[in-house]
């Protein structure tokens, strides 16, 4: 998951944003653990914009993820590629 803060423009009906800050990107550990708000009430569903390479990391930190106590997270991840995850590439 990459957070970004993003300057918008409105200009003759198209809408364009820059990015003003580097993404930072978070693992599910970080959303589910102390201090995290969601710690003591975890989130049925996580949305993810993200490559494929970075959901498939994801769903193996979920396999392996314990919030303590020996819980484990039940909740799902929906994921939303992001449009250079799309573009093919030539292995070599």
């Known amino acids: 998951m990459i957070l970004l803060i993003a300057l918008t423009n409105e200009r003759e009906g198209y809408q364009s944003f820059k990015y003003l800050s580097p993404g930072l990107q ?3 550990h970080d959303l ?3 201090p995290s708000p ?3 009430n975890p989130p049925e569903w996580v949305h993810v914009v993200c490559s494929v390479a970075r959901v498939q ?3 193996d930190e979920k396999k392996a993820l314990r919030l303590g106590q020996d819980r484990t997270w039940s909740g799902n991840l929906v994921w939303e590629p992001m449009p250079v995850s799309l573009l093919l590439t030539r292995e070599s």
């Open 26 to 28: 978070l693992h599910l």
């Open 32 to 34: 589910l653990s102390p």
């Open 38 to 40: 969601f710690a003591d």
């Open 57 to 59: 990391a994801m769903i």
